[in-house]
């Protein structure tokens, strides 16, 4: 069973900054490719950033130059730095997992596997 859990969420001010962080229960290697998605209150849930397998690093329109997702050397841990935040970006935050390395709508929620709980950020302004 994989397992991932998210951390990091919290509570800023607009232009301020958070890093939220997603261990994996299972080596990420186990896994071709892993994103960010979040779902804002009252709306679907929504890709933030996409890390495939293929070294891509994909970002939705509304993040690109603020946010940037990374993993560690093991691939055991996935990061999201998210600078310059804005009421916008307020939303419950989730780490996905996927068995592919590449596909050609990575950004669509229903091409991925395994979800954490999620993880809290609250922008106000």
């Known amino acids: 069973l994989i397992q991932l859990e998210e951390s990091g969420g919290g509570s800023v001010q607009a232009g301020g900054s958070l890093k939220l962080s997603c261990k994996a229960s299972?080596?990420?290697?186990?896994?071709?490719?892993m994103a960010w998605f979040r779902q804002p209150p009252g709306k679907e849930r929504e890709a933030v950033a996409v890390?495939?397998?293929?070294?891509?690093?994909i970002y939705a329109d509304s993040v690109r130059g603020r946010f940037a997702i990374s993993q560690d050397n093991e691939r055991a841990n996935l990061y999201l730095v998210m600078n310059d935040l804005q009421p916008e970006d307020t939303g419950m935050y989730y780490c996905?997992?996927?068995?592919?390395?590449?596909?050609?709508?990575?950004?669509?929620?229903?091409?991925?596997?395994?979800w954490g709980r999620g993880t809290q950020v609250t922008i106000s302004s």
């Open positions: 996905a997992a996927a068995l592919w390395a590449r596909t050609p709508d990575p950004l669509l929620a229903s091409k991925w596997h395994y």
């Open positions: 299972a080596r990420t290697q186990n896994f071709y490719s």
């Open positions: 890390i495939a397998g293929n070294g891509d690093l």
